[in-house]
Structure formats: C-alpha cells, structure tokens
C-alpha cells in the first residue's frame, strides 16, 4: 500500500515537473480561440495562473472573474495586478483551457 502510494505520488511529482504551465504549446490542433478583455485581479506563480475579472465571451463564457492558466510567459512578466488587459483564450474539448499573448489594452 505504501509503495503503490508512493509510487503515485512519484509519477506526479514527476509529470507536474516535466513541463511548467508556462512552456506548454501555445496552441492545439482543434482548439478554438477567443478574444478576452478584462482586469487583472491576482496571480498565482505557482501555477502560472492569472485571476481575471472579465467581460463576456460571446458564445463560450459570461462576464465573470476566474482563474485562467498562462501559456507563453511567466505570470510575474505580465502587467501589474489593476491593469486592464488584451489575452487569447483557448479552448479545448478534453486538453483544458489557458490563456495566452496578455498585454496591456492600449
Ligand atoms: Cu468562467
């Protein structure tokens, strides 16, 4: 029992250091994209994860704040906690969704 649990706890050690949030693909075959803007509201390095209070997403998502995982940069090179912000939101049936290209709206 404790073998097999810790053999689990390895095999997820292991993925989770594999690849960071922040390094996975940009992109997905099959993934469709959205445009988002929103507010920045919290950030967690950990995961590589933004809190975005944002506007709705015609077709996917109402106005709402939620977390949303970063690809393509780390969460502490982005725009400060206030600002208002441009992102991609990609979205997959079974890969997950994240976020990718946050800047500053002009
Ligand atoms: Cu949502």
């Known amino acids: 029992m ?63 704040t939620m977390d949303y995982i970063v690809r393509g940069a780390k969460v502490e090179s982005l725009p400060p906690n206030g600002s208002t912000i441009d992102a991609k939101l990609h979205v997959t049936d079974e890969k997950g969704i994240w976020i990718t290209d946050v800047v500053k709206s002009p």
């Open 2 to 64: 404790r073998t097999i649990a810790l053999a689990l706890l390895l095999t997820l050690a292991c993925g989770k250091a594999k690849i960071d949030n922040a390094s996975k693909p940009l992109s997905v075959p099959g993934e469709k994209v959205y445009a988002m803007h929103g507010k920045i509201v919290g950030r967690d390095t950990k995961e590589n994860a933004l809190t975005l209070d944002h506007q709705a997403i015609p077709g996917y998502m109402e106005a709402m």
